[in-house]
């Protein structure tokens, strides 16, 4: 049976760094009547920006865990965040970069990211699938429902444009990018007692017991399963908490079935509705 996909949902959000001087002519016109881009020019905003405001670079990268079938062990993988590909566009110049829903079904939802280049007059688009059904470390199969459900689309429209962005731009720029934001972000602060490995990732710790609610006997085995050492551990945590608050993943994911209860209905995995490879078929 053919299931009918919902039409398109408008663009729902838009960034410009474009000032339109004259409405007569177009985004393209205007980028091209402008001074040729300078790298080096670009580079040197984006760095006194994040040089003046090093809190800033905290939420600009992720660090998410990944299982490796093979060890089973967890290998985090880093990236530059959805706030960081913004700072990194605001200092490109004349663009722009939207995202929305494409097709909603009752198991997923396809959302697409939009990246305009008004200087190249190019356009890049990105898209992330959204599915209703979320399975947790231990196997436990979730139907999201209510806020919990809507804010993983809003995360998936955020990451949807943040792709697009990043393809955008030149890998130089966000290869500097992303290790400037984690040196900073891993940085001393201004003021703050320097602490040992193992007191960090206590603190840590007690920060996602309290802010997720899950034991401190998931947080230990989490821990544990990490084939990193102590230093390694503490990075790694800082991007986990940056990731957890921009939506890169849930706690669920992370740490198990116990975090964030309320978030869907526990679904057994033989009711699943598995996604079909053809939107719109079953």
Known sequence: MEERPKEAQPVQSRESSLVVADSNK???????????RDPKRIWDEIKSELEFAPEAADNCWYSIPYKNNKTG???????????GSQTIVRAWGH?????????????????????????????????????????SEKGTTY?????????????????AKRNAQLEGLPEFL?????????????APKQGQQKLTAPVEIQKA?????????????????????????????????R??????????????????????????????PQEKEAPSETPGKS
């Open 73 to 83: 062990k967890i290998e985090p993988v880093e990236g530059i965040g959805t706030h």
């Open 26 to 36: 177009t985004a393209w016109e205007i980028a091209q009547s402008s001074l040729p």
């Open 174 to 186: 966000k290869d500097r990018f992303f290790d400037l934001v984690k040196k900073l972000a891993n």
């Open 205 to 237: 710790g007690e920060f996602f017991i309290k802010k997720y609610k899950i034991s401190k006997e998931m947080f230990d085995r989490y821990i544990s399963e990490l084939d990193q050492d102590e230093s390694e551990i503490v990075v790694h945590l």
């Open 239 to 268: 991007g986990l908490r940056a990731a957890l608050y921009n939506g890169e993943t849930t706690a669920i994911v992370v740490f198990g079935d116990r975090a964030e209860e309320g978030v869907g209905t526990i679904q057994p």
């Open 95 to 135: 663009n722009a970069s939207g995202g929305g829903i494409r097709e909603e079904f009752s198991d997923r939802v396809i959302c697409r990211g939009i990246f305009y280049d008004h200087m190249k007059n190019t356009q890049v688009y990105r898209e992330v699938i959204v599915h209703r059904f979320q399975q």
């Open 143 to 159: 139907r999201l429902v209510g806020k919990h459900w809507d804010n993983a689309i809003q995360s998936g429209i955020s990451k």
